[in-house]
Structure formats: structure tokens, C-alpha cells
């Protein structure tokens, strides 16, 4: 099957950033914190999937000017960047999925969404994913997760902002067919991590990680490392008998799986600062481990794929880099509004409220605290591993 990328002209890119920026008439939301000049602002949203809109730049309009006032936006990219052929096509074993077409990027470019990782469930199969880097690269949008090879797949993506070089690297734990997804040494695809029960995770690729990790240590200031959360894996994956729900019941994903924390604990042994995750459709709790931060699941942003329109919680969550070092993580809630547009919410009230107790309650003893608008998880310097 031939597939082509729309080609988009500076023309076509430049009216859509207009239309973007009259679109955005809501204000840049109001961060509390004191930090420098010389600080970087980082913000991680949840995943996003846009898709089906005259404009996409619009999916952000609300909450555009607080992309943009960021310093750096990483997100992970939940689709491919490439033409649909059809629901029942585009990924075989997830009856129902649309790729989200090469448009989506335009939403990228016009939000400073820069950096973004691509090792996820629904990057499939080997050419879209390809294809796909083609369309980020051609928009100078940085991507980790997946390449030509598995090197190229393990490769880091490196931004500076200020001074400070901050890497990241994503990993999927979910995924259909490994024919069609998984890098090798020979053919395209992305990196993953494999945990078959949801407690254990493949010891190669626990060591893959840490030679990722001790790699790019000591060429960044801030080290990010993400993954793509199993979510109960996939029949396809690793056979129907895998890890069944008892009785049959449907495993509540807000609830961390036991690989979630040994993966984001052996990440920052290993030199990470950050560690997040994603893919459950929801947010979980969230940890300070040894003073690093974790928030296993950050949920939605701007996501337009039919069936999920109900699965509408996520958080902005907001990184300040002072002297080259995290000096405070603290997030907010968001929703969609009726036309599927992200909306940042009060943390305080109403449903914004409700989503912060949701996270409390799934987070143990971890103290939050509200300042402002946002949600404090770590107010302290965090000590970075010697390089």
C-alpha cells in the first residue's frame, strides 16, 4: 500500500499559526513560584491525538498562550502523522483506530509543542513510523522513541533552553505485533520495555535503559525519561491468557501497576531526574523517590480519536529549572470542553478539585499542597547524579 505526506507550505503553516494565535483569547495561566530570569520553564502534557479539524491549531486555543510562554512543551504523540486509511486498516489488532493524519503537526509547530516522544501502542507499522519522524523532522520537532533501527530508536532527543540542555528518552510497555513495531537491529520501529505480568520487567531491556540512561547522563543537565504504560498489555502481545483481571473484571487503570514504580525508581537510580508516564487514558498517583519526582500517569491533553471522548482528565504539569537543576514540579488539572478543546482547571473547585482528590487518594502520604493556581509535588533543589 502506497502512502503519501501531505505536503505543507510556509504559507499553509503561517495562516494556521494566525488563525491560532486569534484563536487563543484565553491568558497565559498564572504560575506561582519565584525563579530568575535565567530559569527554564518546562511543561509536560498529557498525550495528544489531533485530528478531523478544519484548523488544528485550535485544539489548544484555550490553553495556547501558556504553551507558548513555556520555555519547552513535551508531550507524548499518541498517532501516527500519516494519510488514514480507514478505522479497520490502520492498526489491525485496535478495531476502531484512526491514524490521526500528517495535519496534527501544524498544532505542534503553532504551540511550541518542540519535543515530543513517539513509543507508544499505536505507533504501527514500520513505514508510518518512519514516515511519521519524516513529518516531525521537516517541522523541526525534536522526537525520541523510535527510529530506523533500535539504536536509532534508543537515541535521546536533546533540546537547550537557556543554557540548559534537558534529554529525554520514552519507552512503550504496550504494543500489538513486534513484526510490526518493536526496533531492531535491522528494521524500524520503537523502544520498549516488556513486563509481561505487570510486576517484573524483562531484565534486557531493565539493562537497555540504564546503559540509555548512563549514555545520556553526561550530556544534558536535566535527564526525562517517560513510558508508555502497559495498561494490562494487549492479547496480542503476549497471547490471551496473559495476566487475566480476576473474575474477569476490567482493571481499574488508575491504579499503578507494580513494573510502573520498579521502572521509574530504576530510571532515576540510574541518573534520571524526571520520571512520568502515560497511555491509561487517566491520571494515577504520583511520588517523591530519594527527591525526584514521579507521576505515573499524566492522562489526556488534545485528543480527538472517536471512543474516548469521555476519557477527558489529564494534567499540564510544570517543571522550573533554576542553576541547572529542578527546583519545583507542581501541575494542573484539565478537561475538554464541548468542542474537545483542552481547558486547564481550577484546583481549588469544582472539577479541578475532584480530579486533585482522585490523586491524593492514589498517592499515599505524598504531601500536596495548593499555591495558587497550581498543585505543589516538590518545592526543593533536587541533587543531580554526579557526571
Given at each position: 500500500m502506497t502512502r503519501t505526506i501531505r505536503p505543507f507550505t510556509s504559507m499553509t503553516l503561517a495562516t494556521l499559526c494566525l488563525a491560532a494565535t486569534l484563536a487563543a483569547n484565553d491568558a497565559a495561566w498564572k504560575w506561582s513560584g519565584a525563579s530568575g530570569d535565567k530559569a527554564v520553564s518546562m511543561l509536560i502534557i498529557g498525550d495528544i491525538d489531533i485530528q478531523r479539524r478544519v484548523d488544528p491549531t485550535t485544539a489548544f486555543a484555550h490553553i495556547g498562550e501558556t504553551l507558548k510562554k513555556a520555555d519547552l512543551v513535551y508531550a507524548n504523540l499518541e498517532g501516527m502523522l500519516v494519510t488514514p486509511q480507514g478505522p479497520e486498516i490502520d492498526i489491525p489488532d485496535k478495531r476502531g483506530w484512526r491514524h490521526p493524519g500528517p495535519e496534527g503537526v501544524l498544532a505542534l509547530n503553532a504551540w511550541n509543542v518542540k519535543v515530543v516522544g513517539v513509543a507508544n501502542n499505536v505507533a504501527y507499522d514500520r513505514q508510518n513510523i518512519l514516515e511519521t519522524l519524516k513529518v516531525l523532522d521537516a517541522h523541526g520537532i525534536a522526537h525520541t522513541g523510535g527510529g530506523a533501527n533500535i539504536t536509532e530508536a534508543h537515541k535521546p532527543a536533546i533540546v537547550e533552553r537557556k543554557g540548559v540542555k534537558v534529554g529525554f528518552l520514552q519507552y512503550t510497555a504496550r504494543w500489538y505485533q513486534d513484526a510490526d513495531q518493536i526496533a531492531t537491529a535491522t528494521a524500524a520501529g520503537v523502544a520498549k520495555i516488556s513486563s509481561r505480568d505487570g510486576v517484573a520487567i524483562?531484565?534486557?531491556?531493565?539493562?537497555?535503559?540504564?546503559?540509555?540512561?548512563?549514555?545520556?547522563?553526561?550530556?544534558?543537565?536535566?535527564?526525562?525519561?517517560?513510558?508508555?504504560?502497559?495498561?494490562g498489555a494487549t492479547a496480542t502481545q503476549f497471547g490471551a491468557s496473559s495476566s487475566p483481571p480476576p473474575s474477569g473484571a476490567r482493571r481499574d487503570n488508575h491504579i499503578s501497576e507494580t513494573y510502573q514504580k520498579t521502572f521509574a525508581h530504576l530510571a532515576h537510580d540510574a541518573g534520571a531526574d524526571?520520571?512520568?508516564?502515560?497511555?491509561?487514558?487517566?491520571?494515577?498517583?504520583?511520588?517523591?523517590?530519594?527527591?525526584?519526582?514521579?507521576?505515573?500517569?499524566?492522562?489526556?491533553?488534545?485528543?480527538?480519536?472517536?471512543?474516548?471522548?469521555?476519557?477527558?482528565?489529564?494534567?499540564?504539569?510544570?517543571?522550573?529549572?533554576?542553576?541547572?537543576?529542578?527546583?519545583?514540579?507542581?501541575?494542573?488539572?484539565?478537561?475538554?470542553?464541548?468542542?474537545?478543546?483542552?481547558?486547564?482547571?481550577?484546583?481549588?473547585?469544582?472539577?479541578?478539585?475532584?480530579?486533585?482528590?482522585?490523586?491524593?487518594?492514589?498517592?499515599?502520604?505524598?504531601?500536596?499542597?495548593?499555591?495558587?493556581?497550581?498543585?505543589?509535588?516538590?518545592?526543593?533543589?533536587?541533587?543531580?547524579?554526579?557526571?
Amino acid at each position: 500500500m502506497t502512502r503519501t505526506i501531505r505536503p505543507f507550505t510556509s504559507m499553509t503553516l503561517a495562516t494556521l499559526c494566525l488563525a491560532a494565535t486569534l484563536a487563543a483569547n484565553d491568558a497565559a495561566w498564572k504560575w506561582s513560584g519565584a525563579s530568575g530570569d535565567k530559569a527554564v520553564s518546562m511543561l509536560i502534557i498529557g498525550d495528544i491525538d489531533i485530528q478531523r479539524r478544519v484548523d488544528p491549531t485550535t485544539a489548544f486555543a484555550h490553553i495556547g498562550e501558556t504553551l507558548k510562554k513555556a520555555d519547552l512543551v513535551y508531550a507524548n504523540l499518541e498517532g501516527m502523522l500519516v494519510t488514514p486509511q480507514g478505522p479497520e486498516i490502520d492498526i489491525p489488532d485496535k478495531r476502531g483506530w484512526r491514524h490521526p493524519g500528517p495535519e496534527g503537526v501544524l498544532a505542534l509547530n503553532a504551540w511550541n509543542v518542540k519535543v515530543v516522544g513517539v513509543a507508544n501502542n499505536v505507533a504501527y507499522d514500520r513505514q508510518n513510523i518512519l514516515e511519521t519522524l519524516k513529518v516531525l523532522d521537516a517541522h523541526g520537532i525534536a522526537h525520541t522513541g523510535g527510529g530506523a533501527n533500535i539504536t536509532e530508536a534508543h537515541k535521546p532527543a536533546i533540546v537547550e533552553r537557556k543554557g540548559v540542555k534537558v534529554g529525554f528518552l520514552q519507552y512503550t510497555a504496550r504494543w500489538y505485533q513486534d513484526a510490526d513495531q518493536i526496533a531492531t537491529a535491522t528494521a524500524a520501529g520503537v523502544a520498549k520495555i516488556s513486563s509481561r505480568d505487570g510486576v517484573a520487567i524483562d531484565p534486557a531491556d531493565v539493562e537497555r535503559v540504564r546503559d540509555d540512561i548512563r549514555r545520556l547522563r553526561p550530556q544534558v543537565d536535566i535527564l526525562v525519561v517517560s513510558h508508555h504504560n502497559r495498561d494490562g498489555a494487549t492479547a496480542t502481545q503476549f497471547g490471551a491468557s496473559s495476566s487475566p483481571p480476576p473474575s474477569g473484571a476490567r482493571r481499574d487503570n488508575h491504579i499503578s501497576e507494580t513494573y510502573q514504580k520498579t521502572f521509574a525508581h530504576l530510571a532515576h537510580d540510574a541518573g534520571a531526574d524526571f520520571v512520568y508516564g502515560h497511555g491509561t487514558h487517566t491520571v494515577q498517583g504520583v511520588e517523591v523517590y530519594n527527591g525526584k519526582p514521579i507521576l505515573y500517569a499524566i492522562g489526556h491533553s488534545a485528543f480527538d480519536q472517536p471512543g474516548y471522548e469521555n476519557s477527558k482528565d489529564g494534567l499540564v504539569v510544570r517543571v522550573a529549572i533554576e542553576g541547572k537543576r529542578i527546583r519545583r514540579v507542581s501541575f494542573v488539572p484539565v478537561t475538554r470542553d464541548a468542542k474537545n478543546d483542552v481547558v486547564m482547571l481550577d484546583p481549588t473547585s469544582g472539577d479541578g478539585a475532584a480530579l486533585v482528590d482522585v490523586i491524593r487518594k492514589l498517592s499515599g502520604n505524598v504531601p500536596l499542597r495548593i499555591d495558587g493556581q497550581e498543585v505543589v509535588l516538590l518545592d526543593t533543589p533536587v541533587r543531580l547524579s554526579k557526571k
